[in-house]
């Protein structure tokens, strides 16, 4: 099944590009920003409700928040993009404290596809500084913090603040570079893509974080 995936991954590509194409034909809808961000304007408030949907139930449809969030740049701008995908995010993050705090750890689980012990110990070290940069930084499980802070004892107020100053901080580094990407040689596009470099390596910065990078990394490569 490992040899057989990358080629099934490889053919849903091709079959995604080809019927889109089929469908931007259909409808007279040109590969350009504004003539995409005309026909999204034109479902009127739907338009935005539908991304917003989106973003709030990523997990459960096992989207990734960086495909989901550059979408909203390309269609909505960076500006629109970053405050309805900051939006989605909040509403994402509390959803996924509600449950786990509501339900219970002995019944969510068995049903998450991540490990939430190591997360959960760290929210409760550090508590919602960890959490508001998990959620602000453009690369890592997200998601997986905001369950494990359910777990855990910070309280809901503290939580809120942090998913609140870091969601949109996410979301406009990725609707920033979505507006960018059917123009990929324009200055525009370097700027967001060296904001994305950045801020992704900043975390390197920190020594004791960096060794445990790196002790990590050696550990998965042994036999």
Known sequence: MRRVSPFLLLACVIAAVVAGRVIRQQM?????????????????WHGPAIYVGLVTFRVFLFLPSWVVLSAGGLVFGAFLGTVLGGFGVVLSAVIGFAVARG????????????????YEQRVQQVGPLVIGLATAHPVGPMSAFHWAAGFSTIPLLGFLVAVTLGGPV?????AFLGS???EPGSSEFYIASSILIAVALLPLAHPRLRRRLFAARRRAMKP
Do not use: C, N
Not at 36 to 41: C, G, K, R, S, T
Not at 103 to 118: A, F, M, Q, S
Not at 170 to 174: E, G, K, L, S
């Open 103 to 118: 339900i219970g750890r002995d019944w969510v689980r068995p049903h998450v596809r991540v490990k939430l012990e190591g």
């Open 28 to 44: 007279g809808i040109e590969v350009s920003a504004e003539s995409i961000q005309m026909w999204v304007a034109s479902l009127g």
């Open 180 to 182: 960018t990407l059917l």
């Open 170 to 174: 996410r979301a406009f580094i990725y």
